[in-house]
T-cell receptor, first 114, second 115 residues
Framework: DTGVSQDPRHKITKRGQNVTFRCDPI?????LYWYRQTLGQGPEFLTY????????KSRLLSDRFSAERPKGSFSTLEIQRTEQGDSAMYLC????????????FGPGTRLTVT | DAKTTQPPSMDCAEGRAANLPCNHS???????VYWYRQIHSQGPQYIIH???NNETNEMASLIITEDRKSSTLILPHATLRDTAVYYC????????????????FGQGTILTVHP
């Protein structure tokens, strides 16, 4: 069990640029979640997948955000036309799909938009 | 919105038990209580969860009141490495429930363990 991994760990970009983050879940986990965390706040849910199907999206996920999990394994989160307000830690988690499946979190990608 | 209320901060002496309270007065019958913690600059870490019975694992114990409106996470022998933000989360247990997948985090309790 290698845990959930995220890449990159840090990203600095200029306003208006597009960025893409990758998450590799624990291999046998069929659920994958994305959260966003700003300084001093708890993580906020963005979206989640069961296998390759995106089952729920938060209203926080504006049209500039898109997430994919094409083969039910790794996932990508893309932000288009970044804004300074997008600066945050982006966390990925995975779990089994049972009713009590604990979510295991990755280390996060810290995005800074200048 | 988070369905739980926690004190913003607590202190504990190293080696002593840390008892972290959580109120969840609107919890439904099929909702579980989960605890996660987040050490600075890391992703949240699962600790324990329960429905109505008390639970214990290698990390902590969870005591849930009989009316299920509150619970307490107990770290029996706190160490400096237990300094973290602790989140109490109520989460649905039915596959079709709207709260089934996601975790809704509140502000949590900042636990500081001091020597």
């Amino acid at each position: 069990d290698t845990g959930v991994s995220q890449d990159p760990r840090h990203k600095i970009t200029k306003r208006g640029q597009n960025v893409t983050f990758r998450c590799d879940p624990i291999s046998e986990h069929n659920r994958l979640y994305w959260y966003r965390q700003t300084l001093g706040q708890g993580p906020e849910f963005l979206t989640y997948f069961q296998n390759e199907a995106q089952l729920e999206k938060s209203r926080l996920l504006s049209d500039r955000f898109s997430a994919e999990r094409p083969k039910g394994s790794f996932s990508t989160l893309e932000i288009q036309r970044t804004e300074q307000g997008d600066s945050a830690m982006y966390l990925c988690a995975s779990s089994l799909s049972g009713a009590q499946g604990e979510q295991y979190f990755g280390p996060g990608t810290r995005l800074t938009v200048t | 919105d988070a369905k739980t209320t926690q004190p913003p901060s607590m202190d504990c002496a190293e080696g002593r038990a840390a008892n972290l309270p959580c109120n969840h007065s609107t919890i439904s019958g099929n909702e579980y209580v989960y605890w996660y913690r987040q050490i600075h600059s890391q992703g949240p870490q699962y600790i324990i969860h329960g429905l109505k019975n008390n639970e214990t694992n290698e990390m902590a114990s969870l005591i849930i009141t009989e009316d299920r409106k509150s619970s307490t996470l107990i770290l029996p022998h706190a160490t400096l490495r237990d300094t973290a933000v602790y989140y109490c989360i109520v989460r649905g247990g039915n596959a079709g429930g709207t709260s089934y997948g996601k975790l809704t985090f509140g502000q949590g309790t900042i636990l500081t363990v001091h020597p």
